[in-house]
């Protein structure tokens, strides 16, 4: 079975703070993801990598950026974090090709106070 | 712009009923629509997806109707069982867009017993 494994399931930080969130699988999965999953707004795609030190921006990049210096891993960092950004944080990955299923994380609930 | 747009956005149904939740969509370049179940406190998992050249697909209980004239697809849960209890969501990808999915808003499902 794939697995994604995020680092935390709760994590509370202060408004200004660098913010990182990290995700690992263990599929050899080339394609991976970081989503944030607000109610009433399902997942939305903040940025994701296709292969080593590659990263594309998704639909809400802004005050995010991304780390992959290893094919398992994929780091979600918040410069400077805001109370705006509190939310539900989802890592995902899938293989390369058309049409593969993505598979998730259990999600990182992150409160800013 | 939310490109899917997925509707309601919560549903009871009691024990051996129809669940039906809809989707539509905008961008004609769709050519991959995919249905992700999420149970509470997990990550969300591919349940069932369809492509544009056939106009249903079923799987056990869970069938996708797909109406490409009317730009819409909907998912039927026959019989429904409380284990059904969960977030849905709808989306759609095109073989252009690097492996990115545009999620519906989510239908959170109850099944009374």
């Known amino acids: 079975d794939v697995k994604v494994t995020q680092s935390s399931r709760y994590l509370v930080k202060r408004t200004g703070e660098k913010v990182f969130l990290e995700c690992v699988q263990d599929?050899?999965?080339?394609?991976m993801f970081w989503y944030r999953q607000d109610p009433g707004l399902g997942l939305r795609l903040i940025y994701f990598?296709?292969?080593?030190?590659?990263?594309e921006k998704g639909d809400i990049p802004e005050g995010y950026s991304v780390s992959r210096e290893k094919k398992e891993r994929f780091s979600l960092i918040l410069e400077s974090a805001s109370t705006n950004q509190t939310s539900m944080y989802l890592c995902a990955s899938s293989s390369a090709g058309p049409n593969q299923p993505q598979h998730f994380g259990d999600g990182t609930r992150l409160s800013i106070l | 712009q939310q490109q899917v747009k997925q509707s309601p956005q919560s549903l009871i149904v009691q024990k051996g009923g129809i669940s039906i939740i809809n989707c539509a969509y905008e961008?004609?370049?769709?050519?991959?629509f995919p249905w992700y179940q999420q149970f509470p406190g997990k990550g969300p998992a591919l349940l069932i997806a369809i492509r544009p050249d056939v106009s249903e697909k079923k799987e056990g209980r869970f069938t996708i109707s797909f109406n490409k004239s009317a730009k819409q697809f909907s998912l039927h849960i026959m019989d429904s069982q409380p284990g059904d209890s969960a977030t849905y969501f709808c989306?759609?990808?095109?073989?252009?867009?690097?492996?990115?999915?545009?999620f519906g808003s989510g239908t959170q499902l109850t099944v009374l017993p």
């Open positions: 989306a759609a990808t095109f073989s252009g867009s690097a492996r990115q999915l545009t």
């Open positions: 961008n004609t370049a769709f050519d991959y």
């Open positions: 990598s296709y292969d080593v030190k590659m990263k």
């Open positions: 599929m050899d999965h080339e394609n």
